[in-house]
């Protein structure tokens, strides 16, 4: 009777503690914690960097990338030739290569695999436009592959290293077809995909057959069986995940959590730098009071940038000095932006004719010194807005902040027009990234410039430039027409806070920055 | 039969005020699937084509429409998978979550109600009273954090409890949710209670015998329980709301994650399928807390 006037409570409680038991752990899974839950996973079609962390480790690409140096090294590719126009790439493969299917990989795969990618009714987010000017690709035979381009397109190696490029087996991107083909990943690299379900986990296991592992691992094989992936998109409960044991890695700690964790002894921080355009904000050259390049100017010197990094982001984080963070080849060494000079900034706006008045406010001609800064809503650009907003008032300005959530709304505030800066930057491994930003017809030039000379460098440097070093040189140019026009704000490198534990030794990540070697990881610190 | 016309005309005005509030509203999703600056203006606006993205709004909203009637959802812009395939996904985990929650609102807004309505001068009563105020009043997000930091500060002492905190683990995510729906019904129970403490027919049941204790408190809740269950229904179909923070502090996947992943990218099919989800959902709700209020209480069936 008792029993039974209290069932309703046991059935409850027991259905709650049947809910929460944990599921099985053995020492030789590793669970890794990523930031976001990405939308569509097929590195082919879908552009989010977040799927490269384990995929990466699903595909092998025809070349790969030297994870300190950035050199074009072999991969699936043994080696490769390229025409003295620069319009064909030719590529020898190795042979008894084997995608997790069972199935052989050979140059009709290559083919096949850049079919599906540039095909228009699959709709490439990314890899597509990493192919620049693709024409089309021919197997000459079983282990040779010609790639033609329309024109000359150095970055092509670069791109071809990475996972939106990794080789997939046809039978399988054939028998899913693009809406369910990222459910059923089949690769020839050191993991293979067993399951994904969106906002839950990821889950990959070892290739047992992998024999064709490139140069740039050091393990003689993969360590972990298994490596489980799962999604931690609030911040606040990254540390918490690492704490309770739940993952052994995790990307995008919080500043003060990391240097927490960093003292505990079980977790070890490492700061990881993300190749691409630093935290930046873009003046608009089209508006007033931006359109001045003296104004510019006063604004950059107003700026304490080194206080404000040490403030928001802590000790691992560097001042950015140009367009191009200082880890990635293309960085213009000896370029730097003006330092902070608050007088300087002064002198400068009282020549430019904003005379300061009453309550410490400038203005010119009876208009006010208004600034207008739109800030994403991700990656600290919000508190960055709020320190450069004080030095800016400091100097007798006014500053209002409008806030973008999410990148369509940045898009469309780019769109508008209203704004004196905006704060935008995108990652990569080549600086071509450069072009659609700081070219006059570029897709994303908010600063709406205009300058035939930097077209000029910016194109010549991703199509007829012949060498590293010729491109180097030129990217350098830009950076200084970019400093010397002072069409960006630049604040801090990218640095990405990884907190691991003691079961994630040998722990290093590609040059790409966000993407881990989970080939090398083994327990021990 | 009008029923089923207001449902169908609820639908309609649910999945076209999201059509046009997301269009208005969120960015350009081409900008958001070109997120990387590789793409020229020309390659972004045949993808725009491609994906039936550039004709005029009105003929967008009636193909959308037509696809309705027909049964289709349509595909997401992101993934191209069909909308209904991937809603049902992610539903299991958001049904699991939003039971679990009611369960624990149904307990505690039970318990506190009937604490606060029968000891009402009693400090028990008093205490009571106040924490169903406390419950409402927090808001959700900060309840999960609470929950969070409980639970955590708990388990560095015992670490046995460690699991619970883990994102696997239902009973956090569903004590936070539940907490905050309890707090209102704890409310309407103990209103309801003061009320028929007071009331004749229960002066008539004293009278006859019944004693003060669990047989005199079942007398005056019965008449509550309608009301009650009508106000756990409309909890029901607003969970979807709830799980959107529940689920993103306590990384559980699910339809909240889902739509809040969709708003920010502009992926308008997913959204409008969702609330589509949500509006069907909150139909059929209403519709069975009368039938269950009418169960309960056999003055609310239709007279024979």
């Known amino acids: 009777m008792n029993l039974r006037r209290r069932f309703p409570f046991l059935a409850c409680t027991a259905l709650l503690l049947a809910a929460c038991t944990p599921e099985e752990d053995a020492s030789t899974t590793l669970n890794y914690g990523l930031t976001l839950a990405p939308t569509g996973i ?22 790969v990338q030297d994870p300190a140096t950035g050199e074009i090294l072999p991969g699936l590719a043994e080696r490769w030739e390229v025409s003295a126009d620069g319009r064909d790439y030719t590529f020898h493969l190795r042979d008894g290569v084997r995608f997790h299917d069972g199935t052989t990989f050979d140059a009709a795969d290559v083919v096949a695999n850049l079919d599906y990618t540039v095909n228009p009714d699959n709709h490439s987010q990314k890899a597509v436009f990493m192919l620049g000017p693709y024409e089309l690709a021919e197997a000459v035979d079983a282990s040779t592959v010609i790639i033609h381009l329309s024109q000359p397109f150095p970055p092509l190696l670069d791109s071809l290293a990475q996972v939106y490029l990794g080789m997939a087996s046809p039978e399988a991107l054939d028998a899913w077809g693009p809406a369910e083909y990222q459910f059923h990943q089949i690769g020839t690299g050191p993991y293979r995909f067993v399951e994904y379900v969106p906002y839950d986990h990821l889950t990959l296991e070892k290739n047992p057959d992998y024999a064709w592992a490139p140069q740039i691992y050091q393990q003689a094989g993969p360590y972990y069986d298994r490596i489980v992936f799962r999604f931690y998109e609030d911040p606040a409960t990254r540390a918490l995940a690492l704490e309770n044991g739940e993952v052994d890695v995790l990307g995008e700690i919080p500043p003060l959590e990391a240097e927490r964790l960093d003292a505990l002894p079980e977790f070890t921080l490492r700061p990881v730098a993300i190749p691409g355009q630093p935290m930046q904000f873009l003046f608009n050259t089209a508006r007033p009071p931006t359109n001045d390049p003296e104004v510019r100017r006063a604004l950059i010197e107003a700026v304490d940038r080194k206080a404000i990094v040490d403030t928001i982001f802590g000790e691992h984080s560097w001042v950015a ?43 010119r001609d009876g208009v006010p010194l208004s600034l207008t800064v739109v800030t994403p809503n991700w990656g600290n650009h919000p508190e960055v807005s709020q320190l450069l907003a004080a030095a800016w008032e400091a100097i007798g300005a006014e500053v209002q902040i409008e806030t973008a959530p999410g990148f369509g709304l940045l898009k469309e505030a780019s769109d508008q027009g209203d704004y004196s800066l905006i704060g935008i930057n995108f990652f990569g491994t080549d600086p071509d990234l450069l072009r659609p930003m700081f070219t006059s017809s570029g897709l994303y030039n908010w600063m709406n410039v205009s300058d035939p000379a930097l077209d000029a460098v910016l194109s010549q440097a991703a199509t007829t430039a012949a060498s590293q070093s010729d491109r180097q040189a030129l990217y350098a140019d830009a950076a200084r027409a970019i400093r010397d026009q002072a069409l960006i704000l630049p604040i801090r490198d990218y640095v990405d806070l990884v907190v691991a534990d003691n079961r994630a030794g040998g722990l290093a990540f590609s040059y790409q920055g966000w993407f881990p070697l989970l080939h090398d990881l083994h327990p021990g610190p | 039969m009008r029923r089923l016309g207001t449902g169908l005309l609820t639908l309609w005005a649910a999945v076209t005020f999201a059509f046009f509030a997301l269009r208005l509203a969120a960015g350009d999703p081409i900008s958001s699937l070109l997120s990387q600056g590789l793409a020229s203006p020309e390659q972004a606006d045949a993808l725009r084509t491609s994906l039936g993205l550039d004709s005029p709004l009105p003929v967008q909203y009636l193909r959308f429409l037509g696809g309705l009637t027909r049964g289709e959802l349509g595909r997401s812009l992101y993934t191209q998978r069909s909308v209904a395939a991937t809603i049902a996904q992610q539903a299991g985990s958001t049904l699991r979550l939003a039971v679990a929650g009611l369960l624990v609102a149904a307990v505690v807004g039970l318990a506190l109600g009937i604490a606060a309505g029968t000891f009402r001068t009693s400090l028990f009563g008093r205490t009571a009273s106040s924490l169903a105020g406390f419950a409402t009043a927090i808001p959700a997000a900060l309840t999960c954090v609470l929950v ?20 696997e683990s239902l009973l956090l995510p569903a004590l936070a949710l539940g907490i905050a729906s309890s707090g209102a019904l704890a409310r309407v129970i103990q209103s309801g209670l003061e009320d028929n403490f007071d009331a004749p027919y229960l002066l008539a049941a004293r009278a006859r015998g019944v004693q003060p204790g669990p047989r005199l408190i079942w007398h005056a809740l019965r008449p509550v329980l309608p009301l009650a269950v009508s106000f756990l229904a409309l909890e029901a179909a607003l969970l979807l709301g709830g799980t959107v923070v529940t689920e993103t502090v306590f990384a559980r996947p699910g339809l909240g994650r889902l739509l ?45």
């Open chain 1, 42 to 63: 097929d590195p082919h079609l879908n552009a989010s960097a977040e799927l490269g962390i384990p995929l990466t480790s699903v595909y092998d690409t025809l070349v």
């Open chain 2, 260 to 304: 809040v992943s969709s708003i920010l990218i502009g992926d308008y099919p997913v959204v409008q399928g969702l609330v589509l989800l949500a509006a069907v959902v909150y139909t059929l709700t209403h519709v069975a807390a009368d039938t269950l209020s009418a169960i309960i209480d056999p003055r609310l069936r239709p007279s024979a």
């Open chain 1, 321 to 363: 000095e140009g367009p191009l963070s200082r880890n990635m080849w293309g960085y213009a060494d000896g370029v730097s932006f003006p330092a902070y000079d608050p007088e300087s900034a002064q002198r400068r706006l009282e020549q430019a004719g904003w005379i300061l008045g009453d309550e410490g406010r400038r203005s």
């Open chain 2, 148 to 167: 969070l930091w409980a639970a955590t500060s708990l388990a560095q002492s015992s670490p046995f409890l460690l699991p619970l905190t883990r994102s």
